[in-house]
Nanobody, 122 residues
């Protein structure tokens, strides 16, 4: 069983930065692939980035070069550093965990946090 809690969301002007955190429970946190997804109003859940236990990562085209995903297994925590934010980045951001390799498909993730709101003003 894995429990995930996101934090770090808020309101930021366009061009600004935020860092999201996802704290996980469980002794096997380091073995899980972790991912970030987001959901804007009236839209489906969208893949943002994922990081494997090894640290290898993948990003969606819309955030590549602006966002950086990382993890600290000693702290059971994953991060998403978001720079050069745009109004279209506004969404609820969710962290998720799964066994196996990195995946961009939400349906393959087994555990989810409650989400944290990110709002980027123009």
């Amino acid at each position: 069983q894995v429990q995930l809690v996101e934090s770090g969301g808020g309101l930021v002007p366009a061009g600004g930065s935020l860092r999201l955190s996802c704290a996980g429970s469980g002794r096997t946190f380091s073995s899980w692939t972790m991912g970030w997804f987001r959901q804007a109003p009236e839209k489906g859940r969208e893949f943002v980035a994922a990081v494997a236990w090894s640290g290898s990562s993948t990003y969606s085209d819309s955030v590549e070069g602006r966002f950086t995903i990382s993890r600290d297994n000693a702290k059971n925590t994953m991060y998403l550093q978001m720079n050069s934010l745009k109004p279209e980045d506004t969404a609820v951001y969710y962290c998720a965990a799964r066994r196996g390799p990195v995946s961009a498909y939400a349906g393959t993730y087994e555990y989810w946090g409650q989400g944290t709101q990110v709002t980027v003003s123009s």
